[in-house]
């Protein structure tokens, strides 16, 4: 059964801070991984995947996320964050064994940006 | 840029009325999925559908729910009876083929069940 961590209910950082949300996931075979993030009263919005290939990869808004296979890893990075960053985040696993299968989602992280 | 749309984007109920909520996936996809978030929690599967029938379903989508496809473009969740517990935001999404890895999510229907 495939499953996701997000081991922090909140991540409080400083604007200008690096901000790092931690995902740590639970596949059979190798997965396709997600982030994507919520603000208020909004829908989902995507963030960046790992689909194959090098193991950073750089999505929109600046944030930057990191496959560790070995430690069965995708945390969400940004080198410097914004107020405007203060969100919800969702980790998201799919396995690629399975066809058609539907994503797990992490219970979020919520992400305040402090001024 | 082909997207998913949802309508309405909001809808009040009655306890114990029936709600349709309706989605358009992107025009080429075959797989859809309907996904629940109750307010400020995660994100739940509940449903995947191709070639007309219900290809998978979570222990949330019980005899209250149904999925259909009703013409060539749209994707219905139909709640009989809803419940208090109903209330969330209810998204729909889609894939081109059960290979691709990424789903393409809707701006969601917020359901309120009073």
């Known amino acids: 059964a495939q499953s996701v961590a997000q081991p922090e209910d909140q991540v409080n950082v400083a604007e200008g801070n690096p901000l790092t949300v931690k995902c740590t996931y639970s596949?059979?075979?190798?997965?396709?991984l997600f982030w994507y993030v919520q603000y208020p009263n909004r829908g989902l919005q995507f963030l960046l995947k790992?689909?194959?290939?090098?193991?950073l990869v750089k999505g929109s808004y600046g944030f930057e996320a990191e496959f560790n296979k070995s430690q069965t890893s995708f945390h969400l990075k940004k080198p410097s964050a914004l107020v405007s960053d203060s969100a919800l985040y969702f980790c998201?696993?799919?396995?690629?064994?399975?066809?058609?299968?539907?994503?797990?989602f992490g219970p979020g992280t919520r992400l305040s940006v402090l001024p | 840029e082909p997207e998913v749309t949802q309508t309405p984007s909001h809808q009040v109920t009655q306890m114990g009325q029936e709600v349709i909520l309706r989605c358009v996936p992107i025009s080429n996809h075959l797989y859809f999925y309907w996904y629940r978030q109750i307010l400020g929690q995660k994100v739940e599967f509940l449903v995947s559908?191709?070639?007309?029938?219900?290809?998978?379903k979570s222990e949330i989508f019980d005899d209250q729910f149904s999925v259909e496809r009703p013409d060539g473009s749209n994707f219905t969740l139909k709640i009989r009876s809803t419940k208090l517990e109903d209330s969330a935001m209810y998204f729909c999404?889609?894939?081109?083929?059960?290979?691709?890895?990424?789903?393409?999510f809707g701006p969601g229907t917020r359901l309120t069940v009073t």
């Open positions: 999404a889609s894939t081109r083929t059960g290979g691709s890895p990424e789903q393409y």
């Open positions: 559908f191709y070639n007309n029938e219900i290809s998978e």
């Open positions: 596949v059979s075979g190798n997965p396709y």
């Open positions: 998201a696993v799919r396995g690629r064994d399975n066809y058609g299968q539907n994503f797990v």
């Open positions: 790992y689909i194959t290939g090098d193991n």
